[in-house]
């Protein structure tokens, strides 16, 4: 069992930056490929951003492309999200996931609910216009 907590939310200007932090538990994270998902009020959650074992690859989704990066420290069970140049429509709850990786990204990136095994609670990011 893997548990994951996020921090790093909060109400930002749009434009401004926030970082967020996911904890996990257990000696195992670097076993696990990491994702970071969102669900704006009234949507259904979306894919952000993913990284591999140990950070080499990573994928984003096309509408935060050049603004997030994530990555990743395997000695300190954390994954982490850094976002700039925020927009209204980034407001929404941010989780972080945990899964086994299921195949190769050369078959394609781990970008839906179903690759993953373990999720946070979420936090809130609001960006205010």
């Known amino acids: 069992q893997v548990q994951l907590v996020e921090s790093g939310g909060g109400l930002v200007q749009a434009g401004g930056s926030l970082r967020l932090s996911c904890a996990t538990s257990g000696r195992t994270f670097s076993s696990y490929t990491m994702g970071w998902f969102r669900r704006a009020p009234g949507k259904e959650r979306e894919f952000v951003a993913a990284i591999s074992l140990v950070g080499i690859s990573t994928y984003y989704a096309d509408s935060v492309k050049g603004r997030f990066t994530i990555s990743r420290d395997n000695a300190k069970n954390t994954v982490y999200l850094q976002m700039n140049s925020l927009k209204p429509e980034d407001t929404a709850v941010y989780s972080c996931?945990?899964?086994?990786?299921?195949?190769?990204?050369?078959?394609?990136?781990?970008?839906?609910?179903?690759?993953?095994?373990?999720w946070g609670q979420g936090t809130q990011v609001t960006v205010s216009s």
């Open positions: 996931a945990a899964g086994s990786p299921r195949r190769s990204w050369y078959y394609g990136p781990p970008s839906g609910i179903k690759d993953y095994d373990y």
